[in-house]
């Protein structure tokens, strides 16, 4: 049985520490319980490399145990390759989309690099505000906003799938 999967997403944030690993958390939470664990690639970077390797900021950690969720991942930034690699790439903001372009040498990827509130329903925000330097409310609007929007990135995968078979 071929179990790679046939879905590669990845979150995109400044550091990795704080929006893109939230993402990551809510968007396999929801990928698992639509029953599309092995089909769904989900991974998180940052176009910055300062935190390499550490776990997600404990504000940001703390803000989603209390909705029940692990954040497990540990920071890494961006590669050249990640852009070829996956199917969708969902940026926070738009400074994001202005420097992921960085690591898309070749121009060949743009049109997969797309702003994550394009797939929020419930909300008017057109970024995921950056919470590093606010207080915890900060964190609990990332959350409202991913939770919103991860619904949305489901409902657009899943699309995707059924148009390639
Ligand atoms: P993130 O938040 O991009 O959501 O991970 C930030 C984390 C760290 C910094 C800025 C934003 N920083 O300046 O170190």
Request: glycine fraction near 8%.
């Amino acid at each position: 049985m071929n179990t790679a999967p046939s879905f590669k997403l990845l979150f995109v944030c400044l550091g990795n520490i704080c929006r893109s690993p939230a993402a990551e958390g809510v968007m396999r939470r929801v990928v698992v319980e639509a029953g599309l664990g092995e089909t769904i690639h989900i991974d998180s970077a940052g176009t910055a490399g300062w935190h390499t390797g550490k776990r997600a900021d404990e504000r940001m950690r703390a803000a989603a145990q209390s909705r029940g969720l692990e954040l497990t991942s540990f920071a890494r930034q961006v590669r050249d390759a990640d852009l070829s690699e996956y199917d969708l790439v969902l940026v926070m903001d738009r400074s994001n989309h202005q420097d992921i372009r960085a690591f898309d040498r070749e121009k060949l990827h743009a049109t997969k690099v797309r702003l994550f509130c394009e797939f929020c329903t419930d909300h008017e925000e057109t970024e995921v505000p950056d919470p590093y330097y606010g207080g915890p409310e900060g964190f609990e609007k990332v959350l409202d906003l991913l939770e919103d929007g991860c619904a949305g990135v489901l409902r657009h995968v899943q699309g995707q799938l059924k148009s390639r078979v």
